[in-house]
Nanobody
Framework: HVQLVESGGASVQPGGSLTLSCSVS???????????IAWFCQAQGREREGVAC????????YYSGSVKGRFTISRDSAQNTVTLQMNSVKPEDTATYYC??????????????????WGQGTQVTVS
């Protein structure tokens, strides 16, 4: 059973940086399927949106257009965590950020319905 726990959310000024961490347990890191761990964000009154994705078998990463070049998703193998490094943050990045895991391959990385496992979320406020 996959469990995800996010941490690192905080209030930060525009232009600043923040690192979110997702502690991952029970995830099939050795699986050859196109499994993925992604970060989603949900601002108040808006739908949950894909921010960044890491396909854990291939190492491929994908980003939404609004964060490409500013955010980086990566895995710390020793800690079994997936981090989201957020640089040059903007007020519009304010949202609750969720870590999600998809096991089994297929689908489009930014489709929230694809992910079977979710963390509880961590709040990021940029102001």
């Amino acid at each position: 059973h996959v469990q995800l726990v996010e941490s690192g959310g905080a209030s930060v000024q525009p232009g600043g940086s923040l690192t979110l961490s997702c502690s991952v347990s029970g995830y099939p890191w050795s699986d050859t399927n196109s499994n993925a761990i992604a970060w989603f964000c949900q601002a108040q009154g808006r739908e949950r949106e894909g921010v960044a994705c890491l396909y854990t078998t291939s190492g491929s990463t994908y980003y939404s257009g609004s964060v490409k070049g500013r955010f980086t998703i990566s895995r710390d193998s020793a800690q079994n965590t997936v981090t989201l490094q957020m640089n040059s943050v903007k007020p519009e990045d304010t949202a609750t950020y969720y870590c999600a895991a998809h096991v089994g391959g297929g689908g489009t990385w930014h489709a929230a319905w694809l992910y079977q496992y979710w963390g509880q979320g961590t709040q990021v406020t940029v102001s």
